[in-house]
């Protein structure tokens, strides 16, 4: 059986500082090495100052995975030498003496398959490498520590995934949840990644690292497992080792004889006693946790018999969710839900887009009501969304300037749909033999009142007079 | 008793070249025996003292450029960077 | 002008207007010129430090406020930061750095207007009891140049014994401010454990250490504690002690305490000079009204191998930074790959810091953890609970702070069991985070003994108290400079 387990590393983005000091949380916007300070380069005296609300949202970050969360938590040192990492130790969390990182034995459910979170620990980005030229020939590197510090929470699983779609599906999964919780941005470069273990059938477990991105992660356990594969057909041992993803060439290199040999030396981090997190304020935490994706997909469905692949939708975007909740009410919901994830999404996808789109939650509802008392078709509200994005026009003025109104008078529609058909005659002929060429017809209709002719109405009055 | 390719592994294990081990060799193995003497102090199930604190004492989470071009102070390369050995 | 005042008397003086800042400072000056080519106290001096005299002497004269130290020369260990200095830890590790911000002790210092009038001398990294492992040359004892200042805090130790400052600070991290107070004659004080910030002290073994000020007097130690002393958020591990004052009530003496005699540290190993001079001490005590009694705590004899086990794990993780790429001496890293630069790189690390931190690699590592560093671990939690037991039952716990007098140079270079040895009796304070002080008490064949008394955490008043106390029964010869 095929034992895939992952190890991913979420940068809190949303905090406003590191970890352990007063820079800059998200370092993206800055010049190399302008946004550091003694205590992130590890100069001689310098002492760690650890981040209240990390602690807050990495606890809540467990709890949103289900874990225990226990009430003292410690850190740790992990001592090795790297250039990107500045003491050449990295402050993060173990559960050497008893449960002491901030989440253990959590779980969560993909496609109905429980993976079981091993834990949850809090823990610093170290800085990052810089190659001047090409990587091969150069022998120096240059060492950016802006991101040096930035709090990072690392997710460790147990092998309880069947196959890559699996990883997949529990990705996406585990990006909306961080950014429906408030505490990162996942879109952001280098945001999440992730490292895998790998093993099959009668195999040793093989660690999978360095992927930078969760397509390359995909790629590399694609590529490990038919590599895994091609042994035990031939016959030839596994052998337990770590493996290096090579992104150039997409496959996966033995890197063993480092991280084999490397004694991480554990011991507890002295300048940092340990934090007890009172009960009153796992409650408190609990209480302000925003509504969990699924809770918001139930309701959406239970509530305003939204179906559940729009449900599915809505409630894992955390931007068009917010809108839905400020726009909708009882009768419009199931209409909102639809304009959104239909329409909206479509044209407003990206972050930059959403940003400058000049869309409101009143334009929402006034839209929804609008198609809910006819004076509008669900056919126009595309272009209709498509201008209010870009201009902020309201809805009311929108329907008057294009000339937007819903044909639904029986006797009017009659009329069009004659002149149609006498237009069409082949088509007509046609309808006869292939009753889906009434959509066609249909089609013309809709050209000739603009879009404004009710849809239902339409194709009634059409079966009507083709029968 | 500690043997020399012990302490070897561990020496480099720390990124420290020893020219002349057997100098050091011998004082360490000295000063390591003589921590034995900790297996003689029956404290085996002594549980460790935990040093704490309540989390409302921690740093609240705001920005704070530090201020001064602390890179200018260091060694650096082109007013901007760290420069180091390549990782092998 | 007398350049063996002590810090209070100091102040007084310039508030009476007996001579100008400047004008000590001038003196001082004079003085190190005059005796540290041969004592080598200090390791670098502050060449603004007069400039800075004239200046605070012109806000006097401006009838502007200035701070409580009145700009009292004050000399600093070299491993603590002083903006804009060299900071060298006495290593070649650290050769060319300068150190970009100020230690909180400090910032809080310079507040009350200090004036720092250099760095002191240290054993490298502040691994060692005598100053011989400094890699710019060892400090001499001002009492007899042929013998060791104590370590590692000598040259703090020298500068106030030979007049060269008026006071100094130390770090302390298994006696190194205790033990070169009691072989120089001066009182050498360390705090709780989080009474005094460490942020810009470097880090050796950082779940224990603390700075400490070091004086001629008790009251001149509880004068600095109130200026370095108090949380500080820069350092997570420290306390609030509420702007306690120390200097108030100092004299109220020990008449109805409990004094407990550590029995551990005055018997086998103890110079007979030393149990002579403690068994005096203790009549001394008697007379201020105390009662004596014998307090035995067990782990003490398992105390110096937890102290080093756990002290050289800290140390390898602390000084595993210095690799030279982003601070420390000129060494080209063209051609060399990382690994092997670094090693290169840290061979400049003297003798001693390099087997501590092979040490420090080795009582932690995988398959040995267990065996050395857990139980060093262990044996300091029972330490703290023994110690904590006994005072239930006393009030102080004395003992010699060294059991040996000061010996030559040289001496115990070749035995670094017996190095170990001479921390025996200051470490246990520093395991278990309890406040001690060493009171020079005797001159012994022209060696001087000092006597340590420990107090419970936080209890640093009463423990004044008592040094006071003690310290007022002595009549000590002037140093032979």
Redesign the interface.
């Known amino acids: 059986m095929t034992k895939i387990g992952l190890e991913i590393h979420c940068q809190l983005t949303k ?3 590191k970890l352990f000091c ?4 998200d370092y993206r916007e800055f ?8 205590v992130c ?16 949202k990495a606890t809540v970050i467990a709890m949103a995975l289900n874990c225990k969360t226990p009430q ?1 938590i ?1 850190f740790f ?1 992990k ?1 090795y ?3 990107d990492l ?4 990295q402050i993060t969390q173990l559960n050497i ?1 008893g449960p002491t990182s901030i989440g253990q034995e959590g779980k969560i459910s993909v496609e109905g398959k429980e993976i079981q979170i091993r834990r949850i620990q809090l823990e610093e980005d170290p800085g990052r490498l ?2 001047e030229g090409s990587s091969e020939r ?8 802006n991101r040096a510090g930035t709090p990072l929470v690392e997710i460790v699983t147990d092998p309880d995934f069947e196959n890559p779609k699996q990883v997949r599906i529990f990705l996406n999964i585990l990006s909306d949840l961080l950014e429906n919780l408030g505490v990162s941005d996942p879109s952001l470069e280098g945001a999440m990644r992730a490292d895998a273990n790998v093993s099959i059938e009668g195999g040793a477990k093989v660690e999978i690292k360095n992927i930078n991105s969760f397509y390359d992660l995909e790629k590399a356990l694609h590529f490990e497992l038919t590599r895994q594969q091609s042994l035990a057909e031939r016959k030839i041992e596994i052998i337990q080792e770590t493996r290096h993803w090579d992104d150039k060439r997409k496959i996966t290199i033995s890197a063993r004889s480092k991280e084999e040999e490397e ?1 991480y ?4 981090e ?9 009960l009153d ?1 796992i409650s408190r935490l609990k209480k302000g946790m925003p509504e969990s994706i699924s809770s918001k997909r139930e309701r959406y469905i239970k509530d305003f018999d939204i179906t559940s692949q729009v449900a599915d939708v809505l409630s894992s975007d955390k931007f068009y969710s917010d809108l839905f909740e400020q726009a909708h009410d009882q009768k419009n919901a199931k209409e909102i839900a639809n304009l959104i994830t239909t329409d909206l999404m479509g044209f407003a996808d990206t972050k930059e887009k959403r940003k400058e789109s000049k869309l409101t939650a009143k334009h929402l509802a006034d839209l929804a009501n609008s198609i809910i008392e006819n004076k509008i078709t669900r056919n126009s509200s595309k272009n209709v969304l498509q201008t209010i994005v870009k201009s902020g026009k309201s809805v009311s003025q929108l329907i008057s300037e294009l000339d937007l109104g819903h044909v639904s008078d029986e006797a009017e529609l009659s009329k069009i749909i004659d002149e149609v058909l006498k237009d069409e005659s082949m088509a007509v002929e046609d309808a006869k033999q292939k009753p889906e060429t009434i959509n066609y017809l249909v089609g013309k209709v809709m050209k000739k009142t603009k879009g404004k002719a009710d849809a239902t109405l339409t194709l009634n009055l059409l079966k009507k007079k083709l029968a | 008793m500690v043997s020399k390719e012990e302490i070897e592994h561990v020496a480099k294990l720390m990124r420290i070249e020893l020219d002349d081990h057997t100098v050091h060799i011998d004082r360490v193995q000295k000063m390591i025996e003589y921590f034995d003497i900790l297996d003689k102090a029956g404290t085996e199930s002594e549980e460790l003292i935990i040093n704490e604190q309540p989390l409302e004492n921690l740093r609240e989470d705001k920005y704070e450029p530090y201020g001064d071009r602390l890179i200018d102070k260091l060694k650096h390369y082109k007013e901007k960077f760290i420069r180091a050995p390549k990782m092998v | 002008m007398n350049l063996g005042i002590s810090a209070l008397d100091y102040i007084e003086a310039i508030k009476n207007g007996d001579f100008t800042i400047e004008e000590f400072v001038f003196e001082t000056f004079d003085q190190i010129k005059k005796v540290d080519g041969k004592l080598h106290a200090y390791l670098s001096l502050n060449d603004k430090a007069l400039d800075q005299a004239k200046e605070l002497d012109k806000k006097r004269k401006a009838k502007e406020k200035i701070g409580s130290c009145m700009g009292m020369p004050i000399a600093i260990k070299d491993n603590i930061c002083v903006k804009g200095t060299k900071t060298t830890c006495a290593s070649k590790m650290l050769e060319k750095y300068t150190a970009p911000f100020d230690a909180t002790v400090i910032a809080r210092l310079r507040k009350q207007d200090a004036l720092f009038i250099g760095k002191t001398n240290l054993d490298e990294f502040a691994m060692g009891t005598t100053t011989e492992f400094s890699a710019y040359g060892p400090s001499k004892n001002p009492w007899n140049q042929e013998y060791v200042p104590g370590g590692s805090s000598g040259g703090s130790a020298v500068a106030v014994s030979a007049l060269e400052s008026v006071v100094s600070l130390g770090s302390d991290t298994g006696g190194s401010v205790r033990n070169p107070a009691s072989f120089c004659s001066i009182v050498g004080f360390k705090p709780t454990y989080g009474l005094v910030s460490r942020y810009g002290l470097i880090s050796y073994a950082n779940s224990i250490e603390q700075i400490g000020p070091m004086a001629r007097t008790v009251k001149d130690t509880a004068f600095l504690l109130n200026v370095i002393s108090g949380i500080d958020p820069n350092d997570n591990t420290t306390i609030d002690n509420h702007g306690e004052d120390y200097l108030k009530d100092i004299d109220s003496g020990i008449d109805g305490k409990k004094i407990g005699i550590i029995s551990e540290m005055v018997g086998k190993g103890t110079d007979n000079a030393v149990s002579s001079a403690t068994k005096k001490a203790l009549t001394k005590f008697e007379d201020l009204g105390a009662k004596c009694e014998e307090i035995s705590i067990d782990m003490v004899d398992y105390s110096v191998a937890s102290y080093y086990t756990i002290t050289s794990t800290e140390a390898g993780s602390n000084l595993a930074r210095y690799d030279n790429i982003r601070y420390g001496f000129d060494f080209d890293l063209e051609g060399y790959e990382f690994n092997s630069y670094i090693s290169k790189a840290r061979r400049n690390f003297g003798p001693e810091v390099t087997r501590r931190l092979i040490i420090g690699g080795f009582v932690p590592s995988a398959g040995y953890a267990g065996k050395y560093f857990l139980k060093a671990l262990k044996v300091k939690s029972r330490l703290t609970k023994e110690i904590n037991s006994a005072f239930k039952k006393v009030d102080f716990l004395v003992a010699p702070t060294v059991p040996i007098l000061p010996f030559k140079f040289g001496e115990k270079l070749d035995d670094p069991v017996a190095m170990f040895l001479i921390d025996f009796n200051t470490v246990t304070a520093n395991l278990t985070g309890k406040p001690a002080i060493s009171v020079p008490f005797e001159i012994s064949h022209g060696l001087p003994i000092g006597i340590q008394i420990i107090a419970d955490a936080m209890q640093e008043k009463s423990l004044f108290q008592a040094a006071y106390a003690l310290e007022s029964t002595t009549n000590l010869p002037k140093v032979p400079l």
Request: hydrophobic fraction near 35%; aromatic fraction near 14%.
């Open positions: 905090l406003e500082s007063s820079c800059k949380a010049k190399p090495n302008t946004n550091i300070c003694p380069v590890g100069l001689p005296g310098s002492l760690p100052r650890l981040n209240k609300k990390a602690i807050e003292k410690a040192r001592n030498f790297y250039p500045p003491k050449n130790f003496y810089i190659y150069t022998q120096i590197t240059l060492v950016d520590y004694d030396r554990y011991f507890l002295g300048d940092i006693p340990w934090v007890v997190i009172e304020i």
